[in-house]
Nanobody
């Protein structure tokens, strides 16, 4: 089992930046890829950024060029640097991990989830 705990959410004005972190504990040896997903009220959860053990990354079009995902310490720490934030980035953000390759934008492909951290962007 892997436990994921997010931190770093908060409120920011449009155009500002936030950095989210995720600490993984337990057995992370079988985690091959991790990702950040978000869910706004009334909307489906969507994966916006992924990273795998080989450090390959992938981003949803909605955040590409503004968000940067990174990991260190063998998938024990995951980060998401969010710049040029927009009102539509407002959501609960979740850290997630999957036991298999390749990366995925489908939430159902992820095996472990954190409890989430709220990001609110005011226009």
């Amino acid at each position: 089992q892997v436990q994921l705990v997010e931190s770093g959410g908060g409120s920011v004005q449009a155009g500002g930046s936030l950095r989210l972190s995720c600490a993984a504990s337990g057995y992370t040896g079988d985690v091959f890829c991790m990702g950040w997903a978000r869910q706004a009220p009334g909307k489906e959860r969507e994966v916006v950024a992924t990273i795998c053990r080989d450090s390959s990354t992938s981003y949803a079009d909605s955040v590409n060029g503004r968000f940067t995902i990174s990991q260190d310490n063998a998938m024990a720490t995951l980060s998401l640097q969010m710049n040029s934030l927009k009102f539509e980035d407002t959501a609960m953000y979740y850290c997630a991990a999957k036991r298999s390759r390749p990366y995925s934008y489908k939430p159902r492909d992820y095996n472990y989830w954190g409890q989430g951290t709220q990001v609110t962007v005011s226009s």
